[in-house]
């Protein structure tokens, strides 16, 4: 299956190279720096599955070297998606399925611009990844991922896209009702990135400690209660169960919650660290906007009180503001090249 992954950071670089190591043909479009080390050294795997070096794949830090696909992968930050969407207009009308792995809201409109509607595909996924250098990238959850057309039926280009995961032992499943699956993943997220940005804790910790843990049901809730003004019912997925969550009593939901953390504890997921905060530790701009951002903003729009996760996104924005005015300035006439 000829895969492509635009954006290939952390995630898209694992996901690239279990799928190569599964016999696809993969195409890495990444940053200069982390392109170059996986062509000189091949793509270094730690973390879940043990140290492996994966050499079968092609990484490129140029567009124009992106040709036709079976499968396009999104997973460049949701900040960065128009614009590097942009530089693949060549791919309009030459790619079979396009899905979207990223964090934002408002992810896969923007992939429907881009490439077409009839292209994408729903897709949402818990698989972790992060990278300490180029050319290096850390498994650190064992996450599921959940795919399905947005008119609930049961395509080829989603058997086959299924059929490459589970060749890659990544745990799948196909939902007919994939926005609500999309919606149960942000329910968590938001809460989740919202909490480490704040307290600056791995996820195990947040979990574990009982007043983050109620803290946590209660953005939970706020969460459920935009999707329900959008008439997006509250489902449960593996690993992920939101329905149930929201439905219990409160006391219950945050035994669960503090349950949760102990078992990734046992597992020895100690490593999962939101990306949102990776970003912000490093100083680097982060999903704050797009991710928590996104449903603040719908809950506005539809006048749905979320109290607790406004003020806290108030927070981050704050902190955020701080490091960029803080943040060395380039000398006056100097270039500032993104890559």
């Known amino acids: 299956m000829r895969t492509v992954v635009v954006g290939a950071g952390a995630l898209g670089s694992l996901l690239g190279g279990y799928f190569a ?54 997973g460049v930050k949701s900040y960065d998606t128009r614009a590097t969407l942009a530089t693949c207009g060549h791919l309009r009308g030459k ?14 409109e923007e992939l429907e611009e881009a490439l077409g509607k009839d292209v994408v595909v729903g897709a949402t996924t818990m698989v972790g990844a992060a990278m300490p250098e180029p050319g290096h990238v850390i498994h650190t959850n064992e996450g599921g991922t959940w795919i399905g057309e947005y008119d609930g ?24 009702d994939i926005r609500a699956a999309i919606w149960c993943k942000l329910n ?39 999707a ?70 719908l809950a506005t729009a539809h006048s749905v009180p979320v109290p607790k996760l406004a003020l806290l996104y108030r927070v981050i924005q704050g902190v955020e503001a701080a490091q960029r005015a803080s943040a060395p300035q380039p000398e006056a006439g100097s270039a500032r090249i993104h890559t």
């Open 21 to 74: 190591q599964a016999g696809a043909d993969v195409t890495l479009f990444a940053r200069p720096n982390h392109a170059e080390a996986i062509r000189k050294h091949g793509l270094r795997i730690s973390g879940m599955r043990g140290e492996q070096v994966v050499r079968t794949l092609r990484a490129v830090s140029d567009p124009s070297e992106l040709t036709p696909a079976d499968l396009l992968i999104l």
């Open 153 to 176: 039926r049961r395509t080829a280009r989603i058997e086959a896209t299924t059929d490459l995961f589970r060749k890659a032992g990544l745990p799948i499943e196909v939902r007919e």
């Open 228 to 297: 329900e003004r959008l008439t997006i019912p509250l489902v449960d997925c593996q690993g992920i169960p939101v329905k149930t969550l929201c439905s219990r009593p409160f006391a219950a939901a945050v035994e669960s919650v503090i349950a949760r953390g102990r078992i990734m504890q046992e597992r020895g997921m100690t490593q999962v660290k939101i990306s949102t905060l990776q970003d912000l530790e490093r100083g680097k701009r982060t999903e704050a906007e797009q991710v928590i951002g996104y449903v603040v903003d």
């Open 95 to 108: 790619v079979g399925a396009a899905i979207s792995i990223q964090n934002g809201g408002g992810k896969d």
């Open 188 to 226: 968590q997220m938001v809460p989740a990135a919202t909490l480490a940005c704040v307290t600056r804790l791995r996820v195990h910790e947040i979990y574990q400690d009982r007043s983050l843990a109620s803290l946590f049901v209660e953005l939970t809730h706020e969460v459920a209660r935009v």
